[in-house]
């Protein structure tokens, strides 16, 4: 089983900006893709950005140019560096490890992007 848990999320005004950190636990971390989603009330789950393996990353066309996803295998970490925050990216972030069709989900943490 692997364990995800995420961090680095609160309330920032618009424009802020705001890190957001994920750990998971296992041995083989450099062979999870590694993904953050996102849910705003009312709405479903959407995919933000996610980097696989080999570090190629992926981003929603709404956030290409503000977000930025990074990992770090040696600490077992990926990062969601997140600029230029507007309000309609208010929502729980969650970060996914995916292993062999095997998807392992986080808490989730809120980001609040409010004046």
């Known amino acids: 089983q692997v364990q995800v848990v995420e961090s680095g999320g609160g309330l920032v005004q618009p424009g802020g900006s705001l890190r957001l950190s994920c750990t998971a636990s296992?041995?083989?971390?450099?062979?999870?893709?590694m993904g953050w989603y996102r849910q705003a009330p009312g709405k479903q789950r959407e995919m933000v950005a996610n980097?696989?393996?080999?570090?190629?990353?992926q981003y929603a066309d709404s956030v290409k140019g503000r977000f930025t996803i990074s990992r770090t295998d040696a600490k077992r970490t990926v990062s969601l560096q997140m600029n230029s925050l507007k309000p309609e990216d208010t929502a729980v972030y969650y970060c996914?490890?995916?292993?062999?069709?095997?998807?392992?989900w986080g808490q989730g943490t809120h980001v609040t992007v409010s004046s």
């Open positions: 996914c490890a995916r292993f062999r069709g095997d998807d392992y």
């Open positions: 296992g041995r083989i971390f450099s062979m999870y893709d």
């Open positions: 980097i696989n393996n080999r570090s190629i990353r």
